[in-house]
C-alpha cells in the first residue's frame, strides 16, 4: 500500500500571506498513461464533506479559486495558497489514487 | 444537479451489524464508480469501498474486507455498505462519493455523510 505523509501538521498564516503544504509518497505515483502523478487534494471544513480542490496533481475542480495551485510530480507535491483568506482555515488532504486510494493525515491551516 | 443522500447509520454494539444507504440523483448512476469513504470525528479521512458502474467490480480497504459489502442497485439509483461484525474503531462519518469520470478515485461529489458509531 502507498503511504501518504505530509508537513507541517499545522500552520497559520497571516491573511493575504502565502500557506504552502507538502504531501509525499511513499512510492511513485506517476500514471504512465496519462503523463501524468494520480494526486488530489481535498479541502475540509467542520460539518461539511470533504471539498475536492485539485486533480491529477495539478488540474483545478471547476469553482475553485485560482490561489490554489497544485504542483509537484512523482512522489513529492506542493498545495500553494498564494493569499490566504477567511474562508480558506480548514483542513487540507491530498490522496493518491495510483493504487487502492489512500489519504495523508492532514495539514490543519489557520489565521496567525 | 448531482446529489448524493446517505442514510442507514446509528449506534451499534461490537459485533453487530448495520447497512447504509446512499441514494442518487442528477446524473446516470449506472455509468459511474461510487465510492465510501469514513472520517473519524476529528481525524482523517479513510477509503473503504468503491464499486464499478457497470461490471460491479468490488474493491475494499485492508481494513474492512472480509467484513463489508459493498453494492449498488442501478435500477433504484442506489449504493449500500453491508457492515457486519463492527468495531470500535469503525465509528466514523460515511460519506458516499461520486468518481469525477471512469474508474479514477477523485471525488467531486459527496454526501453529507451518515454518522455510525460502535459502541457497548
Known amino acids: 500500500d502507498i503511504v501518504m505523509t505530509q508537513s507541517p501538521d499545522s500552520l497559520a498564516v497571516s491573511l493575504g500571506e502565502r500557506a504552502t503544504i507538502n504531501c509525499k509518497s511513499s512510492q511513485s505515483i506517476f500514471h504512465s498513461p496519462s503523463s501524468k502523478s494520480a494526486l488530489n487534494w481535498y479541502q475540509l471544513k467542520p460539518g461539511q464533506p470533504p471539498k475536492l480542490l485539485l486533480y491529477w496533481a495539478s488540474t483545478r475542480e471547476s469553482g475553485v479559486p485560482d490561489r490554489f495551485t497544485g504542483t509537484g510530480s512523482g512522489t513529492d507535491f506542493t498545495l500553494t495558497i498564494s493569499s490566504l483568506q477567511a474562508e480558506d482555515v480548514a483542513v487540507y488532504f491530498c490522496q493518491q489514487f495510483y493504487t487502492t486510494p489512500s489519504f495523508g493525515p492532514g495539514t490543519k491551516v489557520d489565521v496567525k | 444537479e448531482v446529489q448524493l443522500l446517505e442514510s442507514g447509520g446509528g449506534l451499534v454494539q461490537p459485533g453487530g451489524s448495520l447497512r447504509l444507504s446512499c441514494g442518487a440523483s442528477g446524473f446516470t448512476f449506472s455509468e459511474y464508480t461510487m465510492a465510501w469513504v469514513r472520517q473519524v470525528p476529528g481525524k482523517g479521512l479513510e477509503w473503504v469501498s468503491s464499486?464499478?458502474?457497470?461490471?460491479?467490480?468490488?474493491y475494499y480497504a485492508g481494513s474492512v474486507k472480509g467484513r463489508f459489502i459493498v453494492s449498488r442497485d442501478n435500477s433504484k439509483n442506489t449504493l449500500y455498505l453491508q457492515m457486519n461484525s463492527l468495531r470500535v474503531e469503525d465509528t466514523a462519518l460515511y460519506y458516499c462519493?461520486?468518481?469525477?469520470?471512469?474508474?479514477?478515485?477523485?471525488?467531486?461529489?459527496w454526501g453529507q455523510g451518515t454518522l455510525v458509531t460502535v459502541s457497548s
Open positions: 462519493a461520486r468518481s469525477l469520470s471512469g474508474e479514477y478515485s477523485l471525488w467531486p461529489y
Open positions: 464499486i464499478h458502474g457497470g461490471d460491479g467490480v468490488t
